[in-house]
């Protein structure tokens, strides 16, 4: 067992309690010897008395502002300290025993302080470890179960010809059917390609590389490349475009994607012989890109819908993957950009809206 040494320092309680013991026992017995050789002086006495009196009253005060003062103080203190509250510290500065107390407990209450600010800090941390890593499993069996919905098709599609290939000697017949299941693995693979890239895109795991670059010869360019120079097209191409050049500082391969698959979603659903026409306009700090094609509105109780992957109304055929427009909405809701689209009197339009720079 450690032995405890107290030491008895000049500023220490017990030095102090004792010279006030030793000043109080002189000074009484000083006022006994004056009573005694003053035996029929009421006046002396009386007054004597009332040293007494005072004596004690300062030896209290002495005793109060020593030991029971600081005591009161400390023991509030460590009690807000035994509920995590650490607020406020000890405010005794004295040099003896309580003093060092004092420095000791505001000691502990800081460093604790400091463990439970980690604590914390490392719980919160692993709390998002723990939700990213629940997010990645539900995304892979999100992955998962979507690949094995949408391979359905082509893969029935491939196995199908594949087996009448076998049985059919036609050379005509076989060329048919061999371009046909080539044509559904590449659609296959495109799908594949696109779901992985969704996916980063969603996960966080695609870090945005902003640009500063011309939006205008860059929509007039894809444009020309999916609406102009397009064989045999059935559509009637309009547009709208600024004469001045406008510059954005945006990820240009993304956009790339976005603009592509909204032009591609415009020629896909525009009616024959009806109107696509492409808007870009300037309004105060934003440039606004429009794609309007002609034709069948979206029902208003499925619009909501048409951002969500693989989502296809019911009138939609097998063609494309149907994520074209989920990655459009996540690549715009990563960079905080004004999307949507709306029903039109004679068909339906797709907006989005970015900051112009100089």
């Not at 599609?157 to 371009?179: D, F, L, S």
């Not at 795991?205 to 360019?221: G, H, N, S, W």
Request: charged share 25%; glycine share 6%.
């Amino acid at each position: 067992m450690k032995k405890i040494i107290y030491k008895m320092e000049l500023h220490s309680i017990q030095k102090k309690i004792l010279l006030v013991s030793k000043l109080s026992g002189v000074s009484l017995g000083i006022l006994f010897i004056i009573a005694i050789k003053s035996p029929g002086d009421n006046v002396a006495l009386y007054g004597l008395l009332l040293v007494i009196v005072a004596i004690i009253l300062t030896m209290d005060h002495c005793l109060k502002c020593f030991i029971t003062k600081p005591l009161l103080e400390i023991n509030e203190v460590t009690s807000k300290i035994a509920n995590l509250d650490f607020s406020e510290l000890c405010n005794v500065s004295s040099k003896d025993e309580y003093g060092v107390l004092a420095h000791n407990i505001n000691k502990m209450a800081i460093n604790l302080q400091k463990v439970l600010h980690e604590v914390e800090t490392t719980n919160i941390q692993l709390e998002k470890d723990v939700r990213q890593k629940e997010c990645l499993l539900a995304e892979r069996k999100e992955l998962v179960d979507n690949l094995s919905h949408e391979m359905k098709t082509p893969i029935g599609i491939i196995r199908a010809y594949a087996e009448g290939m076998e049985n059919n000697e036609n050379p005509v017949i076989k060329e048919k059917y061999t371009k046909i299941i080539i044509e559904e693995t590449e659609r296959m693979s495109k799908l594949i390609s696109t779901l992985i890239d969704l996916s980063s895109l969603e996960s966080g795991a695609y870090t945005l590389r902003k640009e500063r670059f011309e939006f205008i010869e860059f929509v007039e360019t894809m444009a020309g490349r999916l609406l102009l120079d397009i064989p045999n097209s059935n559509y009637i191409f309009q547009y709208v475009l600024p004469e001045n050049k406008v510059y954005v500082e945006t990820d240009k391969r993304r956009m790339e994607q976005v603009v592509e698959n909204l032009l591609l979603n415009a020629r896909k659903n525009v009616e024959t012989t009806g109107i696509l026409k492409l808007t870009v306009e300037e309004v105060k700090d934003e440039i606004t890109f429009r794609i309007f094609n002609q034709g069948k509105c979206i029902p208003e109780d499925v619009i909501g819908k048409i951002w969500n992957k693989f989502y296809r109304t019911s009138e939609t055929e097998y063609e494309g993957t149907g994520l074209g427009l989920a990655i459009v909405a996540q690549v715009l809701n990563m960079q905080g950009y004004k999307y949507g689209v709306s029903n039109k009197k004679d068909g339906v339009e797709f907006y989005f809206a970015l900051p112009k720079v100089l």
